[in-house]
C-alpha cells in the first residue's frame, strides 16, 4: 500500500469520524428554535442526519477501494442525501432577523439603490454616500425590494435558495478533478458544513459569495483548459468573477490566484508547432491577457470611483501599512481555522448570548491542520487552482485585514470551508 493511500485513507477516516459526531451530536447548531421542542421536527432532523451519514459512509468507502463511475445506484444514494441535507437547510430557516448591523445594511443599501440610484447612508442624518459599501449583495436585493418592499423573509428565502444551490456547484467543481464517489464523498460533507447551513439563513455575504466564488472556480478551469477561448466560458468567468470581487472584496484573492494560475501556463520558451518550426503558443498568452486587462480596468476604476468619497477600502489599506496587523491576523486564524470546519461550539456564537462563546484553541485539532496542510501543498504541487485560491484568501486576510478580531476572522475564511474540507 501507497504511503499517499495511507494518507488519503487516514484523512477520509478522520474527516467521517468528525462529520459523524457533529452531524448526529446536538440539533442545536442547526435549528436554534426546536431543540427544547418534543415534535416530529427533532425525529426529521435526526433521520436525515442518519441518511446523510451513510451516504458519507458509503461514498468514503467508494472513494478509496473503487474507482468506480457513478451507477444509478450511487445517483440515487447521492440524490437522497443531498435531499436530506436540503431538509436540513429548510429546518434552519429563522424568520427573525440577526441581530447585527450588517443584515440592516444590506436591507437599507439595497432600498438606497431602488430610491436614489446609488448607495447612501439613509441611516444618518446626512446621508452621505456609503463608499464602502459592496454593492454586490443590495443589487441581488433589489428585484425582492421592488416587488415586496422591505419584506426581509422574501430576502432570506434568496439567499437560501443560493446555499442550497451550493451542493450541485460542489460537485461539478470537485468532479473535475476526482472520481464520481470522492466528488460525491467531499460534496455532501462540504455542503453540510455546520457554519455553512447556520448561514443560509442569514442575510450576510457569506452565502451569495461562496455560490458566485464556485462558478468562478468552475469557468475558470473550463477557461483555462480549453485549447481555444471559448466566448461562454470567457464571459461567464468575468460575469461571475464580477459579482463574487463586488459581493465581498476578498474576491480579490480570486483574481490573485487566477492570475498566478494563467501565469504559469504562459509560454515561457519556445516550442515547436505543427511544422516543426520553433515559436511561441499564442493561444495561453492570449487567454491571460483578453481576461486580465478588461477586469483590471473595471477594478481599478470602481476603486478610484470609491476613493473620490470621504474614505474607501483602498484608502484604508493604503494607510494602515501592509503588514501592520499581520502578527494579530495571524494568531486569530490559527485560533478559528481549525475549529471552524466542524466544532459546534464554533459557530453557536452568533446566538450572541454568553454561555455561546468562541471555543478556546485546542491541540487536539491540530491533525486538521495537518490535513489541511498537506492538501495545500500537494494542490501547489500540481498548479491546481484551488489550493492558489486557498494560499491567496489565507495571505489576504494576514495582510490586508484590518479586524483581527476572531469573528470577522471566521467570516472571512468561511467562504473556503468546502475547499479546505
Known amino acids: 500500500m501507497s504511503r499517499t493511500l495511507i494518507v488519503y485513507i487516514f484523512g477520509v477516516g478522520a474527516i467521517l469520524l468528525v462529520f459523524l459526531l457533529t452531524m448526529l451530536g446536538d440539533p442545536d447548531p442547526v435549528n436554534p428554535h426546536f431543540k427544547a421542542t418534543k415534535s416530529l421536527l427533532n425525529t426529521l432532523f435526526y433521520s436525515c442526519s442518519i441518511v446523510a451519514t451513510i451516504a458519507v459512509a458509503y461514498f468514503g468507502y467508494q472513494s478509496v477501494w473503487s474507482n468506480k ?15 436530506a441535507i436540503v431538509v436540513l437547510y429548510i429546518l434552519s430557516f429563522n424568520p427573525i432577523l440577526a441581530p447585527n448591523g450588517d443584515n440592516a445594511e444590506y436591507i437599507i443599501n439595497a432600498k438606497s439603490l431602488v430610491e436614489r440610484g446609488g448607495i447612501y447612508r439613509l441611516d444618518t442624518r446626512t446621508e452621505t454616500p456609503n463608499t464602502l459599501a459592496a454593492p ?40 473535475m478533478s476526482m472520481n464520481f464517489p470522492a466528488s460525491c464523498f467531499l460534496s455532501l460533507i462540504g455542503f453540510s458544513s455546520p457554519y455553512l447551513v447556520a448561514n443560509s439563513t442569514t442575510i450576510m455575504t457569506e452565502t451569495p459569495y461562496l455560490f458566485w466564488s464556485l462558478l468562478t472556480l468552475i469557468f475558470a478551469i473550463k477557461y483555462a483548459q480549453t485549447k481555444s477561448i471559448s466566448l461562454i466560458n470567457y464571459l461567464g468567468l468575468l460575469i461571475f468573477l464580477t459579482l463574487a470581487i463586488s459581493t465581498r472584496l476578498i474576491g480579490v484573492s480570486l483574481l490573485l490566484s487566477l492570475f498566478v494560475y494563467l501565469g504559469l501556463r504562459l509560454p515561457y520558451f519556445k516550442t515547436l508547432n505543427r511544422k516543426g518550426k520553433a515559436g511561441y503558443d499564442r493561444s495561453p498568452t492570449l487567454r491571460f491577457f483578453v481576461l486580465f486587462i478588461p477586469v483590471l480596468l473595471v477594478l481599478f476604476s470602481w476603486q478610484w470611483i470609491q476613493s473620490q468619497g470621504p474614505t474607501s477600502p483602498l484608502n484604508i489599506f493604503l494607510n494602515m501599512g501592509v503588514g501592520q496587523h499581520l502578527h494579530d491576523n495571524f494568531i486569530s486564524l490559527f485560533n478559528v481555522l481549525a475549529d471552524l470546519l466542524f466544532n459546534p461550539m464554533a459557530f453557536r456564537w452568533y446566538r450572541l448570548s454568553p454561555e ?21 501543498y500537494s494542490d501547489l504541487r500540481r498548479k491546481r487552482l484551488m489550493g492558489l485560491y486557498t494560499v491567496s484568501m489565507i495571505l489576504l486576510i494576514l495582510v ?13 475564511v468561511s467562504v473556503i470551508i468546502p475547499i479546505l474540507i
Do not use: C
Not at 463511475?69 to 435531499?83: E, P, S, W, Y
Not at 441581488?140 to 432570506?156: A, E, H, R, S
Not at 455561546?356 to 495545500?376: E, M, R
Open 69 to 83: 463511475k457513478g451507477d444509478l445506484r450511487a445517483v440515487l444514494i447521492f440524490g437522497i442525501a443531498g435531499m
Open 400 to 412: 490586508a485585514s484590518f479586524t483581527p478580531q476572531e469573528r470577522v476572522t471566521m467570516r472571512y
Open 136 to 175: 454586490g449583495l443590495p443589487l441581488m436585493l433589489v428585484p425582492v425590494y421592488v416587488k415586496w418592499g422591505l419584506d426581509f423573509i422574501k430576502m432570506k428565502y434568496l439567499i437560501m435558495f443560493m446555499g442550497i444551490l451550493i451542493l450541485p456547484l460542489l460537485f461539478v467543481l470537485f468532479r
Open 356 to 376: 455561546h462563546n468562541l471555543p478556546l484553541f485546542n491541540i487536539a485539532w491540530l491533525p486538521v491542520y495537518l490535513i489541511i496542510a498537506i492538501g495545500i
